[in-house]
């Protein structure tokens, strides 16, 4: 993962990361709930799509699963897309009836590629300081870090499969 820098001033949290895969795969792996769910949560834990529609207005509703069996919901509510190239949208935590905790926060997700290699640049700006630091409370640097690796390694494997 590299240059991942928290902005207090701003609220926000950039981060970007090279994979050695094509774009139309990376952009797959973050909108196919099949395959999002396979990287989306740091080891050991687990993500567990309960619905995903990935349109404008459209909501991805999802739990991350402790080893012990606990569920912590997320809502994600899709604002634009843009095909292959860059989406936004709102996330906020929830309890398993979709109710959301507010504030929540935005992400902005932008794609390119070059030869053969695709960047994602993650950008989230969090409607208050107090969420922006509970977030890397939480381990949000670590926890990344780590499902960039994971989505690293699954890339590797269904580039193979081509």
Same mark, same amino acid.
């Given at each position: 993962?590299?240059?991942?820098?928290?902005?207090?001033?701003?609220?926000?949290?950039?981060?970007?990361?090279?994979?050695?895969?094509?774009?139309?795969?990376?952009?797959?792996?973050?909108?196919?709930?099949?395959?999002?769910?396979?990287?989306?949560?740091?080891?050991?834990?687990?993500?567990?799509?309960?619905?995903?529609?990935?349109?404008?207005?459209?909501?991805?509703?999802?739990?991350?699963? #402790?080893?012990?069996?606990?569920?912590?919901?997320?809502?994600?509510?899709?604002?634009?897309?843009?095909?292959?190239?860059?989406?936004?949208?709102?996330?906020?935590?929830?309890?398993?009836?979709?109710?959301?905790?507010?504030?929540?926060?935005?992400?902005?997700?932008?794609?390119?590629?070059?030869?053969?290699?695709?960047?994602?640049?993650?950008?989230?700006?969090?409607? #208050?300081?107090?969420?922006?630091?509970?977030?890397?409370?939480?381990?949000?640097?670590?926890?990344?870090?780590?499902?960039?690796?994971?989505?690293?390694?699954?890339?590797?494997?269904?580039?193979?499969?081509?």
């Amino acid at each position: 993962m590299n240059d991942f820098t928290v902005d207090k001033a701003t609220k926000t949290v950039t981060f970007s990361r090279e994979f050695d895969a094509d774009l139309s795969l990376v952009w797959d792996a973050y909108t196919k709930p099949e395959i999002l769910d396979q990287w989306w949560a740091p080891r050991p834990w687990t993500s567990r799509t309960k619905f995903m529609n990935f349109e404008v207005g459209g909501r991805r509703f999802y739990a991350m699963v #402790s080893p012990d069996g606990q569920e912590f919901w997320s809502i994600q509510d899709y604002m634009a897309i843009s095909p292959k190239t860059n989406f936004k949208l709102l996330n906020a935590f929830a309890d398993k009836d979709e109710n959301p905790e507010l504030p929540g926060s935005e992400w902005d997700l932008t794609f390119s590629e070059q030869n053969g290699k695709t960047t994602v640049r993650v950008s989230i700006y969090n409607e #208050s300081l107090e969420r922006l630091e509970k977030m890397l409370e939480m381990g949000f640097k670590e926890g990344t870090a780590m499902t960039q690796k994971n989505l690293d390694e699954l890339l590797a494997t269904l580039s193979q499969r081509k």
